[in-house]
């Protein structure tokens, strides 16, 4: 089965749609917040999901699979304010993507 991260996932609601939609889906938050409002999203919604608690641009250092696929909805590279933060972020996206599909 195909694979989705989405690596800013909020309160979680995306997840939960990709997983109604029959994808296996992780999200993850820098927020704790945001992660336990994801998981308290899901309970309400009846959906068993995985979210972590996880740096954007440093993904690699929580994940040691690797996704299909990786969504950064919203508006949150835009708190990247320096455009090295956003480099290390997208290369943190890519780093925890297949590359073949034999990966």
């Known amino acids: 089965m195909r694979i989705i991260l989405d690596c800013s996932c909020g309160a979680g609601q ?3 749609r990709f997983l109604r939609a029959g994808f296996e889906v992780i999200g993850s938050a820098i927020s704790v917040e945001m992660i336990n409002k994801a ?3 899901a309970e309400v919604s009846k959906v068993d999901v995985n979210f972590v608690q996880a740096d954007f641009k440093k993904l690699p250092d929580v994940f040691d699979r690797k996704f299909d696929c990786g969504v950064c909805f919203g508006n949150s590279l835009n708190h990247e304010l320096q455009e090295k933060g956003i480099q ?3 290369r943190s996206m890519y780093d925890v993507l297949r ?3 034999s990966s």
Do not use: G
């Open 14 to 16: 995306d997840v939960i």
């Open 39 to 41: 998981r308290r999203n």
């Open 88 to 90: 290390t972020a997208l």
């Open 99 to 101: 590359t073949t599909a």
